[in-house]
């Protein structure tokens, strides 16, 4: 049989709905008014993934220069749960790994996953990314509430 | 210069010449310089005081138009320049009966002059003056016999009168006169219209004769196939008609019509006969989807439970929402449901279990979506079998298991709507719309639900997220000829008694099909010049049952409700002020409560007065914006105040009803709506007529039981009626005389019902006898002792109303009124005697009472019977009130019917004028529906806390968008809905909280 259609779509003011209701699902966190109005600044930072037609899963990242450097930061990547290992999550993730090959500024890409998350930890290290530090009590209120910093260098010739 | 002389020397004249260029070019302004200079020297030259006017008619100056060009007219009688010009203007005032008189003259003084016949020929078409078109296109023919035009449009006059040998040697004639080329479209469209012309001729063998002789110089290759297997099969040909179907089907495997009729080709007669030919088309078009779905509606049992599960299950991996829809149409066939919910919820389990359709086939991918689709369709197949908590609750699983799907909050909006919960329904769609704002589609079904909940200012701003910026959203939606709007608006209108409004939506929608009749007019000319011969035929055929279409119907229908509503109650200025209950007001508060009723209707005028101000704006603004409005003059304006205090309210549902009766005589409310007219216009003949068409439709449905008890009611109260003397009005009599004794008794108040609460109307005039037809024939008593004959419905109206009039004051009795009575009651008798016969022919007995009570008897389990006996049973005697409100409101168990509509129905019954039943009847039959319904707001005695908030909000003007949008951004804040799906649920609980950490880092 053959697989449905996998595509990502632009975030736009007239769907951004979708993408909150997504993260409301896949994600606890709540975000405020201001995550999503510099979502829909951002450009290709910011995707909608569509499974025949229909929104599963969506990619939020941006640019830090917290530590003196420029890094790709992704806020959140997720997917609605019947629709994960079907290669969404590998979708998004590439497109955020092209925009970053293209953009000479950027050396590194990185990301919080709480350390029990055992299938994101899989998942990005699938693509090369590794545990650089583990902060404490990132968490507040939930258990565990350790988080590993993960981290890929994109090493350019 | 002497006046009568029209010639002008040649400098003028070549002016003159300049003025007709100047208009032709559009050249205004200087069409007017030179006119000007013509009228220094001439200033009574007619045909340039015509040109001038016709020029000042384009820029807009309407009056000053009309005034130079009678002025023309007058000034030179025989020119066919000043006729013309005068059929120019009135023609660009849609004016074409007067324009086509104005042509005609022009004809006399100058007959072969070919722009004249041209114009006329197209006012005929465009009037269906069948007979006039003929007669013009025959002199045209007859002037240019070398223009195509004058060949296609002589033939076509023929076509359009069915004199289909004239028209078919004319096109013979014309076809061997024309120049082939290789790829000749418009040669291949005369072929097809000549076609067209022998089958509608009934000459099919040459029709099929035809089309094999030329086949190859037809372009559209489909439709020659398909006039051939139709005419093989017309011809009985069928072995040679399958043929043709079957190239056809190979050519476009989708098409439903060429599968049945490859089945009467093949004269397949047994179900398994037909189910082979589907398997054959199956196994030949892997991938096509009609010859799937078309042997569903023939196979039953353990064959169409073979035929079902790929079918399903196909649709159910490939996730086609629509399934339901598709399938629907086999819920009329028995066990067909049964048979689909058992596998679908068979489906449901494997797919719990083991995430496969089909548990034995490992080999199969499992598809995340299928599950998905299940729930959904057992959704809609549940609330299609009115279980709603089922429905719904399947439907919530869905959700959980992709919120993101937009087509599920839809179907809840269906769901919810179907059980009654019209906000919730609002509300579910609302949630949709915002998902995706980009979706017009469901920005209109939010739209449309928002009307059916009455919250027509949301429906706006809804709207006019996608109208044209800078008008009004219902502007915008009326120029658009956005008539789903304005009727859904009409009957929101309606509901909330905002009769003006409802009307003015009504006659907004009635307007459009006139713009469209007059919209025609630009394709007399068009399709000829493009040789779309066929379908300009087709069109023609359109427009002339436009009216005919739904749309009209809906408006129609409502307006003719709304009008008989104010003619048994008109709108006084005082009727709200009774509405309400100012007894029980202590003076201070009934003060205050005036003083409020004063401010508002005050506020109210302002608006209305500023809302008119800025339509004339708009429209003056458009005036001045060229000529293209100019064409459509200026209509009366549709001003909601004066809609709903109509001077003639019967008069008006007359208008809307004509075209019902003449193009949709086959439903029954044409004649039911025709014979509540009738009644209040006292018109008995009238009224039996429309009682045997209804009859002749549908005899048995439950209202025309009404309308017979209603009609045998009125021949028992008022018939025969008493003769009137012929009176005058009191402005012409100058010395009324009394009537003589004997005719002073017959002006009682008639007692016929109480649909006429002033019922001075008692005629001065009688039916005539012979009036089967559409015309009342009805002699009219006037002063001078004149029978009129009154030949149509309309003038039939107006001497009606004159007839209140002259009842006040009598004529002088110069006539013989002895023999003029004798006369009328011999007529009436006549009449009575009709009534009697027909009437035991249809129900068989005049005793309306009888009649009633048999009716009951023999329909005492169904609720809608039930109704309309308790409706029949008030028309008769109001004092048996309490009797009929039991009837109506008994729903027990063992009472049929007790659908949302049903009840609903009766619920309208008992509130409004008919019946008027008291707040606690009304509460205690909402009380009792709302047990069968609970979710349906209109049983609530009061709306639900959860809801209220909605309603405000959204009724507030303007805050219906930022209403919905609150409610949604209120459902993501707070805790995700309960989720039952095993994975998300885990996920939820991992995620537990919103880690302050983690956002700040996000917010930067
Ligand atoms: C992490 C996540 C985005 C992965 O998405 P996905 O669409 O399932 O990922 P893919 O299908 O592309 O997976 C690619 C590979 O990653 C690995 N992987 C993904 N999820 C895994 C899991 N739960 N356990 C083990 N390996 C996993 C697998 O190797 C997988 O390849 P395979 O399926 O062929 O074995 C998804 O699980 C998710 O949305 N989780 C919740 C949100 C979240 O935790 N986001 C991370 C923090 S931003």
Request: glycine content about 4%; overall charge neutral; hydrophobic content about 35%.
């Amino acid at each position: 049989m053959k697989r449905g259609r996998i595509e990502l779509g632009d975030v736009t003011p007239h769907n951004i709905k979708q993408l909150k209701l997504l993260n409301q699902v896949v994600f606890p966190v709540s975000y405020n008014d201001k995550f999503y109005k510099d979502v829909l600044e951002a450009g290709e930072l910011a995707k909608l993934a569509y499974y025949n037609d229909v929104v599963v899963g969506g990619v939020c990242c941006r640019i830090d220069v917290s530590e003196g450097q420029r890094r790709l930061y992704i806020m959140t990547l997720g997917c609605l749960a019947p629709y994960r290992r079907l290669g969404i999550g590998t979708l998004m993730l590439q497109h955020v790994l092209n925009y970053v090959e293209k953009d000479a500024n950027i050396h590194c890409i990185f990301l919080h996953v709480q350390v029990s998350n055992d299938g994101a930890l899989d998942f990005y290290r699938n693509f090369g990314f590794e545990v650089v530090e583990t902060k404490e009590h990132y968490y507040k209120r939930i258990e565990p509430a350790d988080a590993h910093v993960l981290q890929k260098t994109i090493s350019k010739s | 210069m002497d006046p009568s002389n029209q010639v002008l020397p040649t400098k003028e004249n070549s002016l003159f010449k300049r003025i007709l260029k100047c208009y032709e070019q559009k050249q205004y302004k200087n069409g007017l310089k030179f006119a000007k200079q013509v009228l220094q020297n001439y200033p009574n030259h007619g045909e340039t005081q015509a040109m001038k006017g016709l020029t000042l008619n384009c820029l807009g100056r309407k009056e000053e138009a009309y005034q130079l060009v009678r002025q023309g007219l007058r000034n030179n009688l025989k020119s066919h320049v000043c006729w013309h010009v005068f059929g120019l203007l009135q023609r660009s005032d849609k004016k074409y009966d007067e324009a086509i008189k104005c042509y005609r003259n022009a004809l006399k003084w100058d007959k072969d002059n070919l722009q004249i016949l041209r114009d006329l020929s197209l006012l005929q078409i465009q009037m269906r003056d069948l007979e006039g078109y003929r007669e013009t296109r025959y002199k045209l023919f007859e002037l240019r016999p070398t223009h195509r035009a004058s060949w296609i449009g002589y033939a076509m006059s023929f076509h359009l009168l069915k004199d289909y040998s004239s028209a078919l040697k004319i096109l013979e004639e014309f076809r061997k006169t024309m120049q082939k080329n290789t790829y000749d479209y418009e040669y291949s469209e005369l072929l097809l219209y000549q076609n067209m012309v022998m089958r509608e001729a009934g000459l099919l063998e040459e029709a099929l004769e035809h089309i094999n002789t030329y086949k190859e110089s037809i372009c559209d290759k489909v439709t020659s196939l398909e006039i051939r297997g139709e005419l093989l099969l017309a011809l009985n040909r069928p072995t040679e008609a399958e043929k043709f179907y079957r190239v056809l089907i190979d050519r476009n495997h989708e098409n439903k019509d060429y599968y049945l009729k490859l089945e009467k080709a093949l004269e397949l007669s047994t179900v398994e006969q037909k189910l082979a030919l589907y398997k054959d088309y199956s196994l030949k078009f892997p991938r096509a989807h009609v010859p799937r779905r078309l042997p569903l509606n023939y196979a039953t049992g353990e064959v169409l439970e073979a035929l079902l599960e790929p079918y399903l299950q196909k649709c159910l991996l490939k996730g086609v929402p629509p399934l339901f829809t598709d399938l629907q149409s086999l819920y009329d066939q028995p066990g067909k449901a049964e048979l689909l919910e058992t596998l679908m919820y068979r489906y449901l389990h494997n797919l719990e279990t083991c995430g496969r359709l089909d548990p034995s086939d490992e080999s199969s991918d499992k598809e995340p979506a299928c599950i998905l689709f299940v729930l959904m369709y057992l959704a809609e197949h549940h609330s299609h079998l009115n279980n709603t908590e089922t429905a719904l609750k399947l439907l919530q699983r869905a959700l959980d298991h992709t919120p993101t799907l937009i087509e599920l909050y839809i179907i809840k909006g269906d769901i919810l709507k179907r059980a009654g919960d019209l906000l919730g329904a609002v509300d579910a769609v609302t949630e949709a719309q915002t998902l995706d704002t980009a979706d017009r589609y469901v920005n209109s079904k939010t739209a449309s639900f928002m009307l059916s909940a009455n919250l027509i200012q949301a429906a706006q701003d809804m709207c006019s997220k996608f109208t044209r910026e800078g008008v009004s959203a219902m502007e915008n939606l009326n120029e658009m000829q956005c008539m789903w709007f304005q009727n859904d608006c009409a009957h929101a209108y309606y509901r909330l008694g905002q009769y003006g409004m409802a009307l003015k939506m009504c006659h907004q929608v009635d307007r459009h099909f006139t713009e469209i009749i007059e919209d025609q007019f630009d394709f007399h000319t068009y399709c000829m010049r493009k040789m779309t011969l066929r379908s300009y035929v087709q069109l023609l055929r359109l427009e002339d049952v436009l009216r005919s279409n739904e749309f009209y119907w809906e408006a129609a229908i409502l307006a003719i409700t709304i009008y008989l509503r104010l003619h048994d109650k008109p709108i006084t200025d005082v009727t709200f002020e009774n509405d309400i209950n100012t007894v029980d007001m202590s003076p201070a508060e009934l003060k205050k409560y005036r003083a409020r009723q004063r401010k508002n209707r005050k506020a109210e005028e302002r608006k209305q007065e500023e809302k008119r101000k800025e339509e004339k704006k708009a429209e003056q603004k458009k005036k001045q914006s060229g000529q293209d409005d100019l064409e459509n003059p200026p209509q009366e304006e549709l001003i909601p105040h004066k809609l709903e205090r109509p001077a003639d309210p019967i008069n008006e549902a007359l208008n809307f009803l004509r075209p019902l009766q003449a193009l949709l005589p086959q439903r029954l409310h044409t004649h039911l709506l025709a014979f509540s007219i009738h009644l209040r216009r006292n018109k008995p003949l009238l009224m039996l007529q429309s009682l045997k068409r209804a009859w002749s439709v549908d005899r048995d449905h439950p209202e025309l039981h009404t309308s017979f008890v209603q009609f045998l009611k009125y021949c028992k109260d008022s018939l025969p009626r008493k003769y009137q003397a012929p009176v005058v009005t009191p402005a012409e009599s100058a010395t009324p005389v009394p009537l003589p004794s004997n005719e002073q008794g017959s002006n009682k108040p008639n007692p016929t019902n109480h649909h006429h609460p002033s019922n001075k109307h008692i005629k001065n005039s009688k039916d005539n006898k012979n009036n089967n037809k559409d015309k009342n024939q009805r002699k009219n008593h006037h002063h001078n002792h004149q029978n009129n004959i009154a030949s149509n419905n309309t003038e039939n109206c107006k001497t009606d109303t004159n007839a209140s009039t002259e009842i006040i004051a009598p004529t002088k009795p110069s006539i013989n009124l002895e023999e003029e009575e004798a006369n009328f009651d011999a007529q009436e008798a006549v009449v009575v005697a009709i009534i009697h016969e027909v009437m035991t022919s249809l129900v068989g007995t005049v005793d309306p009472v009888k009649l009633n009570e048999d009716f009951l008897n023999k329909n005492n389990e169904s609720l809608p019977h039930r109704l309309q006996a308790a409706r029949s049973m008030m028309f008769l005697d109001s004092v048996q009130k309490q009797r009929a409100i039991g009837i109506a409101t008994e729903i027990g168990d063992h009472i049929k019917g007790r659908n949302l509509e049903n009840l609903q129905t009766v619920l309208e019954w008992l509130e409004g004028l008919e019946c008027e039943a008291s707040p606690e009847e009304i509460l205690r039959f909402k009380s009792q529906s709302q047990k069968l319904f609970p979710r349906a707001q209109i049983f609530m005695s009061e709306l639900p806390q959860s809801h209220t908030t909605t309603v405000t909000t959204t009724t507030a003007d303007g805050a219906a968008a930022l209403a919905t949008t609150t409610a949604v951004s209120g459902v993501i804040t707070s805790v995700a809905p309960s989720i039952t799906d095993d994975e998300i649920t885990a996920n939820c609980q991992q995620y537990d909280e919103v880690i302050v950490n983690h956002v700040n880092h996000v917010d930067g």
